[in-house]
């Protein structure tokens, strides 16, 4: 997941696919849903107005509050301390009526990205992923959450047995600490190509059987990484989740991610995400709606070209979830963009 306070930010988230549960995997839960696409989750990370959000959030139909803040030590073994504040945003999403989630990331603030290097330190060795699943059962059980969601990004392809084993011994240890019914969930880097999902360190139908739901990123198609374009094209994510079903993962399990932002790209644009009602604003008129893509577009006045998610981008992919008999829909985040109204 992009995260709002990057060293980027600091300078200025159809067709009826099989479905059913593998073998050996998740017991049926209500949080994982019978597949009517009605599930919503979404993310916040502590911050200013954010318990605003997340009261908002939930009143307009969030059923899983994802709190970002565990974050893995840059060389893999342990976590490092959590941001003030996670505690009363789990407080407030419970107190709601939401479940609640911790997210566990290996985003390094040294880089400003995702480290690598710092997962694979984890995922291949036993006594760092031992104690990073003491510590995160400790974390969830501390903050009252009712789940932990793994969010291990640009990983390798060395990396996928590790990573099936981190789940199933973390999801063992939820269960030992927290109860039958807690969760371990996954937000996954998205492809459409099913050796670019082993390449990023995915084995789908091996991780299939230790988790209860997988979020899909299904935005940041494209970014200040690359040229311009979509954040996340319905075609694009809807041929995502047919790739991952087709690898393993039940359809009623997975969550259809859904950007609150955009980018821009040219002369002095950088890597920041812009939120939707800001890319609006600098758009104006010249605002363009693709109901190919389901996003907005718009060439602004200096030459930038800037592409963006908004409410009615989170309207169309709740749709798309409800045709694709997924689980329902994740919003990064809500520190950029509000939850819509139905």
């Known amino acids: 997941m992009r995260r709002v306070t990057t060293a980027a930010t600091t300078v200025a988230v159809a067709a009826l696919l099989l479905s059913g549960c593998s073998a050996g995997g998740p017991a049926d839960r209500s949080a994982v849903g019978g597949g009517d696409g009605s599930a919503v989750e979404g993310y ?22 994802g709190v970002d ?10 976590l490092l301390e959590t941001p003030d504040g996670l505690g009363d945003l789990v407080g407030v999403a419970a107190d709601a009526g939401a479940t609640t989630e911790v997210l566990f990331s290996n985003y390094s603030s040294a880089v400003g990205d995702f480290s690598p290097e710092g997962a694979t330190a984890l995922l291949s060795s036993v006594a760092n992923r031992e104690r990073v699943v003491g510590q995160l059962v400790d974390l969830a059980a501390e903050l009252g959450t009712d789940g932990v969601q793994i969010d291990l990004e640009s990983m390798r392809d060395q990396d996928r ?35 670019e999902y082993r390449d990023r360190g995915y084995d789908l139908d091996r991780l299939a059987e230790h988790l209860d739901r997988v979020v899909l990123m299904t935005y940041d198609q494209h970014g200040p990484w690359g040229g311009p374009g979509t954040i996340g094209a319905l075609s694009w994510a809807q041929e995502a989740v047919r790739t991952a079903v087709d690898g393993g993962v039940p359809a009623e399990r997975i969550d259809v991610g859904v950007a609150g932002y955009g980018y821009a790209w040219g002369a002095g644009s950088d890597a920041a995400p812009i939120p939707a009602a800001a890319a609006a604003r600098l758009a104006g008129d010249g605002a ?14 200096d030459g930038r070209a800037l592409h963006w998610s908004d409410a009615r981008s989170y309207e169309v992919r709740r749709d798309l979830a409800r045709e694709l008999g997924v689980h329902g829909v994740a919003l990064w985040s809500l520190n950029l963009s509000p939850l819509p109204a139905d």
């Not at 911050?47 to 307009?60: C, H």
């Open 288 to 301: 363009e709606w693709s109901d190919r893509t389901g996003e907005w577009s718009a060439t602004l006045d």
């Open 161 to 195: 047995d590790g990573l099936v084993a981190f789940a199933r011994e973390l999801r063992a240890a939820v269960h030992d600490r927290l109860g039958d019914r807690a969760e371990v969930s996954i937000a996954m880097m998205s492809s459409t190509d099913p050796a």
């Open 44 to 65: 916040v990370e502590p911050g200013r107005g954010a318990a605003e959000r997340v009261r908002t959030a939930v009143d307009r139909g969030a059923t899983v509050i």
């Open 69 to 78: 803040g565990a974050a893995l030590s840059d060389d893999g073994t342990h």
